[in-house]
């Protein structure tokens, strides 16, 4: 059964023609300008051209943060990392040069999913879509993320 939206601030009245409320379910496809939340053919989470608007600047704005603040890390522990054992501005990294490519590896790879999250919200500003490939890229640099930290934890 499908649940519809009351008309107010986010959503659109019913029966609209703007070519910005139009939803989409991206599961079967189906494409209606009401305002449901569900897909009335399969039931799954439709979206509106508004809405991906609207999630891309959420996007943006965290693949920004996360990549200023990686920006942020790299720059002042690379010279510590990149020359293990020698002391620089009263520190040192004391251990191996195999662990320190490891830690710049892993703070890298975090820091392409803050730039690839901030230029998939752009992405999906400009356009008001969303796109499978880039997800399933996301979230398979997550769950690598997810496993190189668990073998880290477990063998370290």
């Known amino acids: 059964m ?6 107010d601030s986010f959503h659109a009245p019913v029966g609209g023609t703007d070519p910005e409320d139009l939803g989409k379910c991206y599961a079967c496809g189906h494409e209606t300008y009401e305002s449901a939340s569900f897909c009335t053919q399969c039931g ?9 608007r609207r999630y891309g600047w959420v996007l943006l704005v965290c693949g920004l943060l ?9 720059y002042y522990t690379a010279p510590l990392l990149l020359r293990p054992g020698l ?5 040192r990294f004391s ?8 830690i710049l590896g892993i703070l890298g790879m ?27 890229f996301v979230v398979g640099l997550a769950a690598l993320l997810y496993l190189i930290a668990a073998a880290i934890h477990v063998y370290w």
């Open 2 to 7: 499908a649940r519809f939206l009351r008309p």
């Open 44 to 52: 799954a989470r439709m979206q509106s051209r508004r809405w991906s």
């Open 66 to 74: 996360i990549t200023s603040t990686i920006g942020a890390v790299l």
């Open 87 to 91: 002391s620089i501005g009263g520190s």
């Open 95 to 102: 251990g191996t040069a195999a662990q320190a490519s490891v």
């Open 110 to 136: 975090v820091a392409l999913f803050g730039v690839t999250a901030a230029a998939y919200g752009l992405w999906q500003i400009k356009t008001g879509r969303r796109n499978r490939k880039v997800v399933y």
